[in-house]
């Protein structure tokens, strides 16, 4: 198996909403806010070759909203998906999967372009890719709630299943990628999917949005988006445990600088242990 790192680009998220109810005063020694309080985080997605197979674990935000959509994340830096892709050696043909842990639209905005911005018709930017959600979480994100509403966007996700290309993974049955389990929590939204795999003997786990950076490692570091947060709590506490047991490699998409971390048991609970590259292990 190889891996190959994804940067989709920076963007920027009110700090207040990205810690809960964590006062700024502490989350800011972390993560430090900018004059409109807002934080910077990275989309770090994540490329695995394993095989026959190329698969793509989520996409960043891609490019198809309008200037006053990007006016309020403020999409920055020098990498986007093709250009990862490109530096990686791939062409988004070659894509054979492309997995979402969730649907929100800093996950999966990227799968989908216009083929022309006036009459906004839309392709995939995959073409050869199968599209990976849940049923559940397609139920639940196209039907959306009105706190996630402005998260799940229709133009993200209807060309999935209007082009044949979505399928579902099954919680109940194994994953549909020999050799990589998947995680189903349930406290950010419902049934995120988390990657879970052995690379160069550690166990490595994509943590998406139950762990977005190293700032969000202390249990009530919880995002005051999540639906459901006392549920996050419960399965931060019962993931980042075992990740402490057992040397888990935590891989973070959000965290503007680390792109991996441990963490360790310690009496104040579950902290920090190191961070480092992907390229270091
Ligand atoms: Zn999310």
């Given at each position: 198996?190889?891996?190959?790192?994804?940067?989709c680009g920076f963007f920027k998220l009110?700090?207040?909403?990205?810690?809960?109810?964590?006062?700024?005063?502490?989350?800011?020694?972390?993560?430090?806010?900018?004059?409109?309080?807002?934080?910077?985080?990275?989309t770090?997605?994540?490329?695995?070759?394993?095989?026959?197979?190329?698969?793509?674990?989520?996409n960043g935000i891609g490019n198809k909203q309008d200037a006053k959509f990007f006016s309020h994340y403020y999409l920055h830096?020098?990498?986007s998906l093709h250009?990862?892709?490109?530096?990686?050696?791939?062409?988004?043909?070659?894509?054979?999967?492309?997995?979402?842990?969730?649907l929100h639209f800093d996950h999966c905005g990227g799968g989908v372009e216009y083929k022309n911005r006036d009459n906004k018709e839309p392709r995939?930017v995959?073409?050869?890719?199968?599209?990976?959600?849940?049923?559940?979480?397609?139920?639940?994100a196209?039907?959306p709630?009105?706190?996630e509403k402005a998260s799940f966007l229709k133009e993200n996700l209807l060309p999935m299943?209007?082009?044949?290309?979505?399928?579902?993974?099954?919680?109940?049955?194994?994953?549909?990628?020999?050799?990589?389990?998947?995680?189903?929590?349930?406290?950010?939204?419902?049934?995120?999917?988390?990657?879970?795999?052995?690379?160069?003997?550690?166990?490595?786990?994509?943590?998406?949005?139950?762990?977005?950076?190293?700032?969000?490692?202390?249990?009530?570091?919880?995002?005051?988006?999540?639906?459901?947060?006392?549920?996050?709590?419960?399965?931060?506490?019962?993931?980042?445990?075992?990740?402490?047991?057992?040397?888990?490699?935590?891989?973070?998409?959000?965290?503007?600088?680390?792109?991996?971390?441990?963490?360790?048991?310690?009496?104040?609970?579950?902290?920090?242990?190191?961070?480092?590259?992907?390229?270091?292990?």
């Amino acid at each position: 198996m190889d891996l190959h790192i994804i940067n989709c680009g920076f963007f920027k998220l009110d700090g207040g909403a990205m810690f809960g109810v964590v006062p700024k005063s502490l989350w800011q020694r972390t993560n430090p806010a900018d004059e409109n309080n807002l934080c910077t985080w990275a989309t770090r997605c994540l490329l695995i070759e394993d095989g026959n197979r190329l698969i793509l674990i989520d996409n960043g935000i891609g490019n198809k909203q309008d200037a006053k959509f990007f006016s309020h994340y403020y999409l920055h830096g020098n990498d986007s998906l093709h250009g990862s892709l490109k530096k990686a050696g791939f062409d988004p043909s070659d894509v054979t999967d492309m997995f979402l842990t969730h649907l929100h639209f800093d996950h999966c905005g990227g799968g989908v372009e216009y083929k022309n911005r006036d009459n906004k018709e839309p392709r995939l930017v995959f073409p050869e890719a199968r599209y990976w959600s849940n049923r559940e979480h397609w139920q639940w994100a196209t039907a959306p709630n009105a706190r996630e509403k402005a998260s799940f966007l229709k133009e993200n996700l209807l060309p999935m299943q209007e082009s044949g290309h979505l399928h579902f993974a099954d919680p109940e049955e194994d994953s549909p990628f020999p050799g990589i389990e998947l995680l189903y929590v349930n406290g950010h939204t419902e049934k995120q999917m988390l990657p879970k795999f052995t690379y160069k003997g550690r166990t490595v786990v994509y943590m998406a949005d139950l762990l977005p950076s190293t700032g969000h490692i202390p249990l009530p570091y919880v995002m005051g988006y999540d639906t459901r947060p006392l549920l996050t709590l419960e399965e931060k506490e019962r993931i980042l445990k075992q990740a402490a047991d057992e040397h888990w490699v935590l891989f973070l998409e959000h965290d503007p600088v680390n792109e991996c971390c441990t963490v360790k048991h310690t009496e104040k609970g579950v902290r920090l242990d190191s961070t480092f590259s992907l390229s270091d292990l």
